[in-house]
């Protein structure tokens, strides 16, 4: 990308070169045994360990006339689902090929994607155990590991309470790895569990939430191609998901459909697009009104929508009416002809989708921002239906699970939340009684208050103790699968990390939490396996649940997640509880048992119905399902089930409910995946229903809206008696004397849903969506002006919210913007961040990975053209950048383009492992250093936070740049 080359000869010499001085490349076996440790006294040191880890030297396999075998599984990168099929011979990983049958990637891969074996067989891979003394990296055996990590936990939470160790989960988790995780922090005693999520979609799923009722993705990659429009705001698929784009481009030649890209920076996404549009970074909701302003003054509206299915629209009309094209070209700078252009062709060209990602996400307005996306959607009447819908196109492969199954600090597994009856529920699930849990924590009141998020994490550890609303500040970490330089303000970050006194670091890679810090002792290095080396499920974006098989066994020492969580739990004595209910065999528990209890507890999302058999009857019948549609076929094992039975999926797996491919679908029976606007705000407000009127799923035995299911609502419909015995005494033990209030959310028969099922109507209600969310710091969403913004003019009309508290921590707002005004006038650029479609997240793992490095070599800035002449910048230089806190500072390569426009610049978020200038490579363990190394963006990013989820703001913040 930023180096022209003649030739593929220049391509190899440059990354030849790039592997020279390399800690693995080029090495002799005298050098090799050096930086192994294994020459002089680090061969004595053998002598230590157990005899499990040193092994025999023996040949490996020499019949390979054995034959191939088949395996299939997911790509580990991003959440479109992309099925990986693995060739297999004498247990060795020695081919694969993007399998042609799968209804999703449909033979295709991308970069990253193609290059999966390398994970497996990379030679960067933490090989073992190792711990830092006195700045040293010594390798340690896995029980010694296990036995110290565990009393420094124990002394921590001895000293200073449960609370003060923060568990950092991961996207790469397979749901059950990522279940594991959160029962685990559950009987730890603490809330304070998170993961990828919270810094990519946190925002998404409280976004849509508190509109619909379920914070995920509407519809699927497949059903865009029903789109007539596709509105593509705050993502780049192209680079980020591009399987996705395949989709996306066939809707758009199949049916002519519009593609209409806006972002501030012309996208390799935006080079497809019928119409780009070009705003100011951070005028998302400017823009999203402006468009309503011209739907709403024409009469473009789906008026019959909304009077049947939404609450508060009024509102919203009082709020868009500010928003005239005059107004718009002022604030987001978009001429008022195009606005009215594309808002007609939204509103009149349909069906139309609404495309995002992290662009819009991640702002201090970003559960507002996507609340006004879900308006839209609203207003047009394009929800529910086939080519409609918010199209969510999440970044890891497993971030939409990891999250539904509590990775959160704010729920427990299936969002059912903190309070005392989501514990209650998730207690008879595990088999432990509630008030045992109770003691687990340092108080009822701490098990019922949201934990610190990973955005804040090194705050908790910095800040006073008092100003920390628990017993005292974070003194541990526990990191697995996920990287140091996905935080912004990271010298903060440093800081924080260099005040632990204990981190531990669970990852096939030591990623950049092992090398961006002066640590001297306290870290820990556990190898652990990539999702290929064990079984399990994980949810794509669309919701579909795809199984994946163990490919290989683990490679060198690295042990599954759910190994380490019961090693872990072990050593801190409740394994005995905490696995009572679960398989495990020679302490592996097992992927299949922990489905099965997630089968058992996660009714609300409805990940009940798929059991472990069902998802690998999927996977072995890909063929089977509509490339369109993704129904199995009539006469094949898959008979009008959605492929991944995406959730929810009610019932039990002995029930068949074939999953629901488009959420609040009134045209399908719900039986048969239809569904409605959930009614999870009561039945009135203000003396207006919530609940629909008019609307309800084909086939419902009640034709207007209704509440969400309890015994009670059974009892008035004169339902009850179709419970049958066995139900009736499982819901009496749950409701002892008040059955009436036990929901169809709690029931552990199923008995409610089954019966709610029977008469055609969804056990959640139907309900109204909400336009006027009450709950939320702006109920109707405002614009509000970046913390650091490039228009100081506007922040009187516009300000952020007053500095408030969250999360157990102080949340500045005002303050904080109050620096903008002479922030600007040293720091005059728009910094903005995103993906490549090389790396992924913090890069460590693809970074490392030859393949992918040899496609991009160097940290960049992408500058405008008026702003690099203004600077004297020339294409390829390297620069400075600065930014308006702490002094921060990174140094890379230019490259000048009208990608972005004058006033703004973008850079990749996959760089690590240099530091303010300095290259870091030698604070890796020797050989695990990647191969590319570079500064990361979230140096430079700065303080901001969206006020519901704490999520960090990456795309608005100022930079300076100046020549080397």
């Known amino acids: 990308m930023l180096i022209k080359r003649s030739d593929g000869a220049a391509a190899k010499q440059r990354l030849s070169a790039a592997y020279q001085g390399l800690s693995a490349g080029g090495l002799d076996r005298r050098a090799f045994l050096r930086q192994a440790g294994l020459a002089g006294t ?8 157990n005899l499990s880890t040193a092994r025999r030297a023996q040949a490996g396999p020499t019949n390979f006339s054995q034959p191939i075998t088949q395996v299939k599984n997911v790509c ?10 693995a060739e297999v011979q004498n247990g060795v990983w020695v081919g694969q090929e993007p399998s042609f049958d799968s209804p999703i990637n449909r033979g295709t891969h991308c970069a990253k994607g193609a290059s999966v074996r390398e994970l497996v067989h990379g030679d960067r891979r933490l090989k073992y155990p190792l711990k830092l003394v006195d700045g040293q990296w010594q390798r340690i055996s896995w029980d010694v590991a296990i036995n110290e990590i565990g009393d420094k936990l124990a002394e921590i939470r001895q000293k200073s309470g449960p609370d003060s160790v923060f568990w950092l989960g991961s996207a790469k988790f397979s749901n059950e790895g990522a279940y594991l995780f959160r029962k685990f922090a559950a009987f730890w005693g603490t809330n304070s569990v998170d993961h990828q999520a919270r810094i990519c979609h946190s925002t998404t799923v409280a976004g849509v939430a508190n509109t619909w009722g379920y914070g995920a993705m509407t519809n699927s990659y497949n059903d865009i191609r029903n789109a007539r429009t596709m509105i593509i705001m705050g993502g780049n698929p192209a680079e980020a998901h591009p399987v996705s784009l395949q989709h996306v481009l066939s809707g758009k030649e199949m049916n002519r459909a519009n593609l209409i890209v806006i972002d501030p920076r012309f996208t390799r996404t935006a080079a497809h697009a019928t119409e780009f549009m070009r705003i100011r970074p951070g005028t998302d909701i400017p823009i999203i009104w402006g468009l309503l302003w011209h739907i709403f003054e024409n009469g473009w509206e789906d008026k ?11 509102d919203v009309r009082r709020e868009v009416a500010k928003w005239h094209p005059a107004e718009v070209e002022r604030v987001a700078g978009v001429h008022p002809d195009q606005m009215k252009k594309i808002a007609q062709i939204f509103a009149t060209q349909k069906p139309s989708t609404l495309i995002w990602c992290m662009g819009a996400t991640q702002k201090t307005v970003g559960t507002a921002n996507v609340r006004a996306y879900s308006i839209l959607l609203l207003a047009t009447g394009n929800v529910g239906k086939e080519g409609t819908g918010a199209n969510i196109f999440r970044g890891h492969c497993n971030v939409q699970g990891a999250t539904d199954f509590g990775l959160d600090v704010t729920s427990l597994p299936a969002y059912y939340g903190i309070d005392e009856a989501a514990w209650r529920h998730w207690c008879r699930v595990w088999d432990i009684p509630y008030e045992q849990m109770v003691g687990r924590f340092a108080s009822k009141a701490l098990m019922e208050t949201p934990g610190i998020p990973t955005t804040r994490w090194f705050d908790a550890v910095l800040l006073p103790k008092d100003q920390v609303q628990q017993p005292d500040t ?13 935080v912004t303000r990271m010298p903060e970050a440093v800081k924080g990390l260099e005040k632990l006194d204990l981190l531990v670091v669970a990852d096939p890679h030591p990623t950049t939490f092992a090398a961006m810090s002066d640590r001297r002792n306290g870290t820990y290095l556990l ?17 579909s649940v795809q199984w994946g098989e163990k490919v290989v066994e683990p490679i060198f020492e690295s042990k599954n997640d759910f190994e380490l969580v019961y090693r872990l739990a072990e050593k801190l004595g409740f394994a005995g509880e905490m696995f009572k209910t679960l398989e495990v065999n020679d302490k592996k528990p097992t992927a299949e048992s922990i489905l099965r209890e997630i089968n058992r507890g996660a009714i609300a999302s409805g990940y009940s119905g798929q059991s472990p058999e069902r998802l690998r009857l999927h996977m072995q019948n890909q063929q089977h399902f509509d490339l369109v549609t993704l129904r199995g076929r009539p006469g094949t094992p898959v008979a009008g089930e959605f492929y991944g039975l995406p959730w929810p999926c009610w019932g039990t797996p002995e029930m068949k409910h074939p999953g629901t491919h488009l959420l609040y679908n009134t045209g399908l029976d719900v039986r048969e995946g239809g569904g409605t606007f959930r009614a999870r705000w009561g039945v009135e407000r203000e003396g207006k229903t919530l609940l629909a009127e008019g609307s309800y799923s084909k086939g419902s035995e009640l034709t207007d809206g209704y509440p969400e299911f309890t015994v009670a609502v059974l009892k008035r419909l004169g339902w009850f008696d179709e419970l049958t015995e066995k139900e009736k005494e499982i819901i009496g033990g749950i409701g002892g004397d008040n059955i009436d209030r036990v929901s169809w959310a709690t029931d552990l028969s199923f008995g409610i849903i089954r019966v709610a099922l029977s008469h055609g109507c969804i056990p959640y209600g139907n309900g109204k969506a909400r336009a006027n969310a009450w709950n939320l710091p702006d109920p109707v969403p405002v614009h509000r002006e970046p913390i650091y913004t490039s228009r100081p003019d506007l922040i009187e009309q516009y300000p952020t919210l007053d500095d408030r508290r969250g999360f157990r921590l102080p949340h500045l707002g005002k303050s904080v913007q109050a620096r903008s005004p002479a922030a600007f006038r040293d720091f005059p650029i728009v910094l903005t961040s995103g993906r490549l479609v090389e790396y992924e997240g913090g890069g460590e793992e693809t970074r490392s990975n030859p393949w992918l490095a040899e496609l991009q070599q160097d940290m960049f800035v992408e500058v405008n053209t008026a702003d690099a002449a203004d600077r004297g910048i020339k294409d390829g230089q390297y620069v400075w950048v600065t930014g308006p806190e702490g002094g921060s500072k990174a140094r890379m390569k230019a490259l000048v383009t009208e990608r972005v426009g004058k006033g703004v610049a973008f850079m990749p978020f996959h760089f690590g492992g240099w530091w303010q200038g300095e290259d870091r490579r030698k604070h890796y363990p020797p050989g695990t250093d990647p191969i590319v190394l570079g500064e990361s963006v979230n140096q430079l990013t700065t303080y901001g936070y969206d006020p519901v989820t704490f999520m960090q703001e990456t795309k608005v913040t100022l930079c300076q740049i100046r020549a080397e």
């Open 42 to 49: 680090g061969l004595a040191a053998l002598g230590g360990l």
């Open 76 to 85: 580990t990168h991003c959440s479109v689902g992309c099925t990986v099929t």
């Open 304 to 314: 019959e929508f909304i009077a049947q299915r939404v609450y508060g629209m009024d």
């Open 474 to 486: 974070l003194k541990g970490m526990v990191v697995v699968g996920h990287g140091g330089n996905t």
């Open 527 to 543: 190898p652990m396996c990539t999702q290929f080396e064990v079984e399990g499920s994980r949810t794509a974006s669309n919701r």
